[in-house]
């Protein structure tokens, strides 16, 4: 008794006859199908380079489509030269040019011998299928799929989209029950005669032509009509990602397929050489493997597809950007984002750099540049200050300045001058703290040598743009730890939130404030407000602040700030 191999083979020609060659010296005939794609001339070399063994032989060409018919027939003109010029084959495995057995062939031999009436081949019917990715699953069977998927996109669609509009259904021959599963099966020798001799075969190859992936579906079907013991399941390692494409082997996985435990592989690239150096060996030289068990490195593929869908925190990747929603962590570490404190105090950022020993930036989305910390122009990661640049992607150059600068918590100013700031971004952030004290945007204009009238118009503007970026700190949807005070209140007692703020940075948590920021003087401040009211301007961020001298009011006790978690 022997096992029968079927190779599908449609590319790297001098890989398929390595490995048919194994076959066939361990006694296992191999039928081969070659695409009729591809060229003659190169299929002449192919065939005269495997003549001289009589245990390799090639069937009839078919042209294959993935998702076509081509296919099925090849198969299945494979199959029928098999049965016909090797009587003493009892199972037939399907593989294809890019499966690698992993295990001596004589266990795979042992293995089918003792299971003499078993098929194995997946089999499941559509409601029970979970690997359908983006594809079809009932429709596949009761629409008409004439068009390529490949090739010939929009029509498929728009084809799909006409049966659906009309209500086309075809009707599924009498007897059978749709199945799936994978394309790469192993059955007996009496189940795939009873296949391809079957008197209705015509009406199911004409019924099967018309679906969408009929390989995976008309073996899958057929066989749960004649054999007798199914067990659902290939015998070949086949992984697919997310998306449904196929995991490709390589050599750094050659220790992973060898935990498998698994009889044949694919798809196995071309030039692995230790894959196939490591397992196209003698029996002697091979490794005592236990019952097939892919479900052992299941784990591992399970984490690959982790690490591809979500990636490392904050750290944008090729395999989900630009994708909304696929962040695994907006950004990759915490940082701080101060509103309206350079405006208060003289020298804040060196200041806040030695109470904390954190990196603080200036406005990093100010209209003229980012002000980077000590006037840097390019911080680590080729990160420009550019406004151009910066602005082309302001989210992703916050993400990559945090990333970048990982390891070192970032500082930096927000106001609201700075337009193009992602404030919704940073306020959705579970990384940021915002600190903010409104209506300190007006400190510069009262200190400004303009016209008044273009300082009304100015802080008006302000006003409104700060106004927009309150709402989206205090927006349901905000993540950050942000904190509020308006600028009266602020300057009431401005040791207590800045010693909050210091000790959730949590460089010390234990250290108290020595050393205060000088603020800016604000002599003339609350009167400079009045005259914005009187000029029918109404600022209201700042809070009530009096018209008397601001040193005045810090005597007032200290009041808690307005907290956003």
């Known amino acids: 008794m022997s096992v029968g191999i079927l190779m599908l083979v449609h590319t790297a020609l001098d890989r398929a006859e390595q490995v048919a060659r194994h076959w066939a010296n361990a006694g296992c005939p191999v ?43 090849a198969s299945q003109s494979a199959a029928e030269m098999m049965l016909e010029q090797f009587a003493d084959v009892h199972h037939i495995y399907l593989s294809s040019g890019s499966c690698l057995p992993l295990r001596p062939v004589q ?6 011998a003792a299971r003499p009436r078993t098929d194995f081949i997946e089999s499941a019917t559509t409601a029970d299928v979970p690997w359908t990715v983006g594809g079809l699953d009932h429709e596949r069977f009761t629409l008409r799929f004439p068009f390529s998927w490949k090739k010939r996109r929009y029509l498929f669609d728009k084809w799909v989209d006409i049966q659906r509009f009309v209500r086309f259904k075809r009707t599924i021959p ?77 050599d750094d996985h050659l220790q992973l397929l060898r935990r498998s435990d698994c009889f044949v592989a694919r798809k196995i690239w071309p030039h692995a050489e230790k894959i196939y150096g490591g397992f196209l060996r003698s029996p002697e030289g091979a490794i005592k493997m236990s019952e097939p068990n892919p479900a052992k490195i299941d784990r591992i593929f399970a984490k690959a597809v982790e690490r591809r869908t979500k990636g490392r925190s904050g750290l944008y990747m090729q395999s989900r950007f630009p994708n909304e929603g696929w962040e695994n962590g907006m950004t990759f570490g915490r940082y701080s984002v101060f509103h309206g404190f350079t405006e208060l105090f003289e020298d804040f950022e060196p200041w806040l750099a030695r109470a904390t020993g954190t990196r603080v930036h200036g406005h990093l989305y100010a209209p003229e540049r980012a002000e980077f910390e000590g006037g840097q122009r390019v911080l680590n990661g080729a990160l420009s200050d550019s406004p151009k640049l910066r602005d082309y992607n302001p989210i992703a150059f916050l993400t990559n300045l945090v990333w970048n600068t990982r390891g070192e918590r970032q500082c930096f100013q927000v106001g609201p001058r700075d337009e193009g700031a992602p404030v919704w971004f940073i306020c ?49 949807y905000a993540k950050a730890r942000v904190r509020i005070w308006s600028l009266a209140e602020f300057i009431e007692a401005p040791m207590e939130p800045l010693q909050t703020i210091i000790d959730e940075i949590g460089t010390d948590p234990t250290r108290r404030l020595a050393e205060a920021p000088k603020m800016t003087d604000l002599a003339g401040f609350g ?14 961020l700042m809070g009530d602040f009096p018209v008397t001298q601001a040193e005045n009011e810090q005597k007032k006790p200290p009041r808690k700030p307005y907290l956003v978690q």
Not at 42 to 68: L, N, P, Q
Not at 210 to 233: C, G, H, K, M
Not at 429 to 443: E, M, R, Y
Request: glycine content about 4%.
């Open 174 to 250: 009498k007897g059978i029950v749709p199945h799936m599963g994978s394309q790469w099966w192993c059955l007996t020798r009496q189940t795939l005669s009873a296949i391809l001799q079957d008197p209705d075969r015509e009406v199911f190859d004409k019924f099967f032509k018309r679906v969408w992936i009929p390989d995976e579906s008309y073996f899958q079907t057929l066989a749960r009509v004649y054999s007798s013991n199914i067990e659902s399941r290939s015998l070949t390692l086949s992984k697919f990602d997310f998306q449904g494409k196929p995991h490709i082997f390589y």
């Open 527 to 540: 009167q400079f407000l009045q005259n914005l009211k009187n000029q029918g301007m109404h600022p209201y």
């Open 31 to 73: 039928v081969i199908h070659v695409d009729k794609k591809v060229p003659r001339k190169t299929y002449d070399r192919f065939v005269a380079s495997c003549s001289d063994h009589s245990m390799i032989v090639f069937c009839k060409r078919h042209s294959c489509e993935w998702g076509m018919w081509g296919i099925v027939a």
């Open 428 to 476: 959705k952030d579970p990384n940021a703290q915002i600190s903010v004290i409104s209506g300190a945007w007006a400190i510069p204009l009262f200190k400004s040598n303009m016209n008044f009238a273009d300082i009304r118009k100015e802080a008006a503007r302000l006003q409104k743009l700060e106004s927009d970026q309150l709402h989206a700190l205090r927006s349901p």
């Open 107 to 112: 266990e795979l031999k042992d293995y089918l």
